[in-house]
Structures are given as structure tokens and as C-alpha cells.
């Protein structure tokens, strides 16, 4: 079975362990929803440092690509960020489809009793 791309976003913290087990609960979702989770939180930080501008600027490039290959956006999580409204801002100019973590399992609920 193909799966659809799909992209996760989130607020994320400073704490790229943190970052990542969450990231990864997330993933584990969207998987289990019928999506190939894309979250460059799980691997970006092991080979890009944040803190040196052009690896900084270059993850941010890597990401906006790999959301612009993405068939749906996923916002996690209850907080909005910056990152994540850019994230929202970049997929409705791609007219790629932006939902919650929330609509996309009530969605695949429907039809089950």
C-alpha cells in the first residue's frame, strides 16, 4: 500500500532529546494513520548546528523541501508557533491540505464502530 506523505509539525523546545521522543509519538500516530510521517526534527539536529547560521538556514531549506514533496501537513500539539504558522503559510500557498493530529485519526475513524 502507497502512503501519503506527511509532513509533521509542532512546538517544538530546545531540548532536541525532548524534540526527538516526541517527534517520534507523533510519527508513530500519523504511521499508524495510513501516512509516511516526514519530520525533520528526528534527524536534522544529529547533522546540522543549529547555532551556526548557514547550517541554521540550511535546515530550514531542507525542510521547506521536503514539506513542499509532502501531500498533508500535520499540526501537533496545542500550541502555535511561528515555525509552525510559516510551516501552515508554505502548504496553503502549495495548496497542500493542513490539518490537527486530531483531524487526521477522526478521519480515519469514520465508518468504524
Not at 509533521?8 to 532536541?16: E, L, P, V
Not at 544529529?46 to 509532502?70: F, Q, T, V, W
Not at 508554505?90 to 495548496?95: E, P, T
Request: net charge positive; aromatic share 6%; proline share 4%.
Amino acid at each position: 500500500m502507497k502512503r501519503p506523505l506527511a509532513y509533521i509539525t509542532a512546538a517544538w523546545s530546545g531540548d532536541d532529546c525532548e524534540n526527538a521522543e516526541l517527534a517520534a509519538k507523533y510519527c508513530r500516530t500519523v504511521y499508524k494513520a495510513g501516512f509516511s510521517p516526514i519530520c525533520p526534527t528526528l534527524y536534522l539536529p544529529l547533522i546540522l548546528n543549529d547555532a551556526i547560521p548557514e547550517e541554521h538556514k540550511d535546515g530550514i531549506d531542507m525542510s521547506r523541501n521536503l514539506l513542499r514533496r509532502s501531500h498533508v501537513l500535520v499540526v501537533c500539539g496545542h500550541t502555535v508557533t511561528e515555525a509552525m504558522k510559516n510551516d501552515i503559510a508554505v502548504a496553503q500557498r502549495l495548496g497542500i491540505t493542513a490539518t490537527t493530529l486530531e483531524g487526521i485519526l477522526t478521519v480515519k475513524g469514520q465508518g468504524r464502530k
